[in-house]
């Protein structure tokens, strides 16, 4: 074992990816705060936090139906998908 604690005979293990949304046009003073395993969205008015929970939730179940996660899916493939996800 090293110094930290780690084995070096072990394989590394990258993190897990996440989605973040960060909303910037609250003015209401609340604050909105969702979390999940894969995401967390944080701030922005009412409709504009509802919008990106429902972009990244229906993005979360596009993937799955695709059998890809976030590790594993092109970007330009996950930018189309949430662009596809996301409500007018």
Do not use: C, W, Y
């Not at 996440?18 to 609340?30: A, R």
């Not at 999940?36 to 944080?42: C, L, Q, S, Y």
Request: charged residues 35%; aromatic residues 2%; hydrophobic residues 25%.
């Amino acid at each position: 074992m090293n110094r930290l604690g780690n084995n070096h005979n072990s394989p590394s293990k990258k993190p897990a990816a996440h989605l973040i949304g960060v909303g910037l046009d609250n003015k209401d003073g609340h604050k909105r705060i969702t979390q999940a395993e894969r995401f967390a969205i944080v701030g922005g008015s009412q409709e504009t936090h509802e919008r990106m929970t429902e972009t990244v939730v229906k993005t979360f179940e596009t993937l799955d139906r695709k059998g890809k996660t976030l590790e594993t899916v092109d970007k330009k493939e996950l930018s189309d998908i949430i662009k596809d996800n996301t409500p007018d």
